[in-house]
């Protein structure tokens, strides 16, 4: 499944940018709106993060009964 908000940048400025499932982007904060129509959107470079494995929740050595 797509992610909600993909990060990434603006191509004209490079500010941080976002985009969502549709394809439309944003700059992540209007300030940094840089207003110029030629600007792109560049997805950040990074791998997908895999899930973390679920802790083992067995103890290992339990303390005998005295």
């Known amino acids: 499944m797509k992610p909600l ?3 990434g940048r603006c191509s004209a400025c490079g500010s941080p940018a976002e985009r969502g499932r549709s394809g439309v982007w ?5 300030a940094d709106s ?5 600007a792109r959107f560049e997805a950040d470079p990074q791998p997908e993060r895999q899930q973390e494995s679920p802790r083992n929740r067995q103890i ?7």
């Open 26 to 30: 944003w700059h992540a904060r209007q």
């Open 34 to 38: 840089c207003g110029r129509n030629p």
């Open 5 to 7: 908000i993909e990060p």
């Open 60 to 66: 290992p050595h339990p303390p005998e009964d005295r």
